[in-house]
């Protein structure tokens, strides 16, 4: 073997290179994880603070809603909220 000892962990044997490659190999993929949470928790919390006009919207230009209905339901939040 080069350099390094043994160590003993959890009654298996292993060499100080290979529990440093366990130690990067696990924090790479608690990285990995951790960004992936992160941008996916980015994304839902985005997607809650749209106004109720931009998700209209986001129907309309979907094609789940006409024009009309775009229309008439437009006019009816502006006068629920106000505008």
Do not use: C, N
Not at 60 to 69: L, P, Q
């Amino acid at each position: 073997m080069i350099g390094g000892s043994q160590m003993d962990l959890y009654g298996i044997t292993i060499s100080q290179e290979e529990f440093l490659f366990l130690l990067i190999a696990v924090l790479f993929w608690a990285a990995v994880i951790g960004g992936a949470g992160a941008a996916l928790h980015a994304k839902a919390r985005a997607w809650r603070s749209r106004t109720p006009e931009e998700a209209l919207f986001q129907r309309f230009t979907a094609g789940k809603i006409d024009d009309d209905e775009y229309r008439h339901r437009l006019e009816a939040l502006r006068a629920v909220m106000g505008s």
